[in-house]
């Protein structure tokens, strides 16, 4: 198992940018496949972006050209960069650590508020 902390959620406005970061401990974090995900009120759990141990990252339609997902090794350390959010991007955003495909652990997830 790997426990994993998320920060750097808040209120935005349309438009603007957050940076969000994930801080794994235990387990061996360079070789999970680390994914953020969001729910936003009375919807499900969705993939947002992905990264895997080599760096291949996948990222959701609706993210493509705004978001972008990276690691740090040395830092255990997943970050997500958003970038001209809208009020859809609102949601609770968790981090996700998967080793051949099984959960290793999610965080506590985090509150992101697109608003003007």
């Known amino acids: 198992q790997v426990q994993l902390v998320e920060s750097g959620g808040g209120l935005v406005q349309p438009g603007g940018s957050l940076r969000l970061s994930c801080a794994a401990s235990?387990?061996?974090?360079?070789?999970?496949?680390l994914g953020w995900y969001r729910q936003a009120p009375g919807k499900q759990r969705e993939l947002v972006a992905s990264?895997?141990?080599?760096?291949?990252?996948y990222y959701a339609d609706s993210v493509k050209g705004r978001f972008t997902i990276s690691r740090d090794n040395a830092k255990n350390t997943v970050y997500l960069q958003m970038n001209s959010l809208k009020p859809e991007d609102t949601a609770v955003y968790y981090c996700?650590?998967?080793?051949?495909?099984?959960?290793?652990?999610w965080g506590q997830g985090t509150q992101v508020t697109v608003s003007s």
């Open positions: 990264i895997t141990s080599g760096g291949n990252t």
């Open positions: 996700n650590a998967k080793s051949a495909g099984a959960t290793m652990g």
């Open positions: 235990g387990g061996i974090f360079r070789a999970y496949t």
